[in-house]
């Protein structure tokens, strides 16, 4: 019976001309040749290492899946097979049960007698100890790597690309911002912090945007640099998030865990290149993903615009949107207790969605939209709460030292350079960080517009906007009533304009909105669809007194009397 060969071949990362895949290969077909079998075929896996089990192996394992196509399985050596000595036993025991030869060139290795099987099992042990010892001598040069702020290998993190140079007279890898046209990807990470710190925008609405405008991800972002064609890979929110809680963003090597990783000899952090936005900036950053990963309520799809938002001003419960025939209407949640319902009427959709509308443009909407652009400072506390953490560590292990030994020695000696360098740090002049803000062009207004009808009901949540309705009228057209509250004045304007609050410009246009809306969110009588939010004070001030004087007996829900027409406006609730 003519046997049937399968030619096997396997290639880690550790490539060496003389076990190339040709070479494995011709040795199988000698083989083949010398024993008049026939070659059924060849299993070359690249890149493959010699843990991974041959069942797992791209080609190696689809020939495995039918051991009846073939009878013999040749490999150069038994590492090419298997690198630990359970892996090549449970591979033996397979073979064994589907009636398939193994041959070990190189090796000379009889399999069919005990002492073969035996020695086999020996050169496995070896080649398992062989490659522990691989790997060791591997993640040690990785590691030397980190510790002299070199870049390790691989797709390196968002905002950096790598480049070969000398640093500290070393020549190798390290990471600069990546600032390329092609690319440009550390602007894109400004423009993610920028986002979510100052516009307060959803990751999701970002990562959207950043898939509709094609800015490519990490993995596109290195295929471009590597001369490939992009993937068009999208965006997802966990990539997002992962880039902004990186500590890369702040240059600095970071662990599986996230921890941050240390020099071994100072304790001082690793810096693996310039940071792209300062420790501040990072903080605040953390602090607004935080807020947001906590917050109980999201917008849901389909959800209406005043959600949480609209309430009654009768009984305080929330207005629920409902459809009544083709037209949709808020009504008080009250409509559905068994104890009966307030006396509030319900309002029209779009009555109480445009009165909300006019009044967000009217506090907003001429405001522009403003970039936060950070001048970096010059400071190296950082560097010194480092070098007194480190300080700390050599310290506190002083004491479990032997006095005079040599590592007491080494220690002393490290205490004393790091000393050094707090002296040097402290004595290196510092410079404040400075923040400026540039016009966009945008106003709060344009962003308004361009929302979604979602969107628009996020940013009213997001601001804890409330619209109160109240009306109780009994006259066959009733007149709403509204009024309305919110977060603090100078907090919407940080929002509407990206410029901090506490700031001059935010405490003054507050002043200027309190003295301006004076009767404009609290007009006795006038239909809110009535009012003219451009006008002065005085003239909404007349438009009321004209509205009365035609409705006398206009009942005023926020005095709960009949109000005469005087023109004054009703006191505050």
């Not at 007279?169 to 423009?191: C, M, N, P």
């Not at 037209?327 to 009555?351: D, F, H, I, Q, W």
């Not at 004393?416 to 400026?436: F, G």
Request: aromatic share 8%; glycine share 6%.
């Amino acid at each position: 019976m003519v046997k049937r060969v399968v030619k096997v071949a396997r290639l880690s990362k550790h490539r060496h001309e003389s076990a190339s895949v040709e070479r494995q290969l011709s040795k199988g077909q000698a083989w083949a040749d010398l024993n008049d079998a026939v070659v059924a075929g060849q299993a070359v896996d690249v890149d493959v290492s010699g843990d991974v089990p041959p069942w797992e192996r791209p080609e190696l394992g689809e020939w495995l899946k039918r051991p009846e196509d073939f009878d013999v399985l040749t490999f150069w050596k038994l590492d090419r097979l298997a690198r630990s000595l359970k892996g090549f036993v449970d591979f033996l025991e397979w073979a064994e049960k589907n009636e398939v030869e193994l041959v070990f060139l190189d090796d000379r290795i009889d399999l069919t007698s005990d002492m073969g099987q035996l020695l086999a099992k020996i050169l496995a042990a070896f080649a398992e100890f062989e490659l522990k010892t691989i790997k060791g001598r591997t993640q040690d040069g990785i590691n030397a790597v980190i510790q002299s702020g070199r870049w390790k290998g691989g797709i390196p993190p968002y905002g950096y690309r790598p480049v070969k140079e000398v640093r500290n007279e070393v020549y190798g890898w390290y990471l600069v911002k990546d600032t390329e046209s092609q690319t440009d990807t550390a602007s894109r990470v400004l423009e993610l912090v920028r986002r979510v710190v100052d516009d307060h925008e959803a990751v999701a609405r970002i990562r959207d945007d950043f898939t509709e405008r094609g800015v490519p991800t990490s993995s596109d972002a290195h295929r471009i640099r590597m001369g490939k064609e992009p993937k068009g890979a999208k965006w997802t929110t966990s990539q997002i998030i992962k880039v902004l809680r990186s500590r890369a963003l702040l240059g600095e090597y970071e662990t599986h865990s996230g921890e941050t990783t240390r020099n071994a000899q100072t304790g001082m952090v690793v810096q693996k290149a310039e940071p792209l936005i300062a420790p501040s900036r990072w903080n605040d950053l953390q602090e607004c993903l935080d807020r947001a990963s906590r917050k109980k309520t999201q917008n849901r799809k389909g959800g209406s615009m005043l959600a949480q938002v609209a309430m009654c001003d009768v009984c305080s419960r929330p207005l629920h949107h409902f459809q009544s025939g083709t037209r949709p209407y808020y009504r008080c949640s009250s409509y559905s207790l068994p104890e009966g319902r307030c006396a509030n009427k319900m309002v029209r959709s779009g009555t109480i969605e445009k009165a909300v509308s006019d009044y967000v443009i009217f506090l907003v909407g001429d405001l522009e939209k403003k970039e936060r652009v950070v001048v970096p400072g010059i400071d190296y506390s950082r560097d010194i709460a480092s070098v007194d953490e480190a300080l700390e560590n050599l310290i506190g292990n002083m004491t479990t030292l032997k006095p005079g030994s040599r590592a007491a020695d080494a220690a002393r000696k490290q205490i004393e350079e790091l000393e050094k360098r707090r002296e040097a740090l402290e004595a290196l002049p510092t410079r404040p960080e400075e923040i400026k803000f540039v016009g966009t062009g945008v106003t709060a207004g344009d962003s308004w517009n361009a929302m979604t009808y979602q969107e628009k009901g996020a940013f009213l949540r997001n601001h804890d906007f409330k619209v109160w309705f109240r009306d109780t009228n009994q006259t066959s057209h009733p007149e709403p009533a509204f009024r309305f509250s919110g977060r603090d004045l100078e907090e919407l304007y940080t929002q509407a304009t990206g410029i901090d609050p506490g700031s001059p410009e935010a405490e003054d246009w507050a002043l200027r909105v309190e003295l301006a809306s004076e009767g404009t969110t609290r007009i006795t009588g006038v239909p809110m669809e009535e009012i003219d939010f451009q006008a002065s004070p005085e003239q909404r001030q007349q438009q009321s007194a004209e509205w009365q004087a035609k409705n006398p007996h206009r009942y005023d829900p926020f005095l709960e009397q009949a109000t005469p027409a005087t023109g004054t406006h009703a006191p505050d609730a």
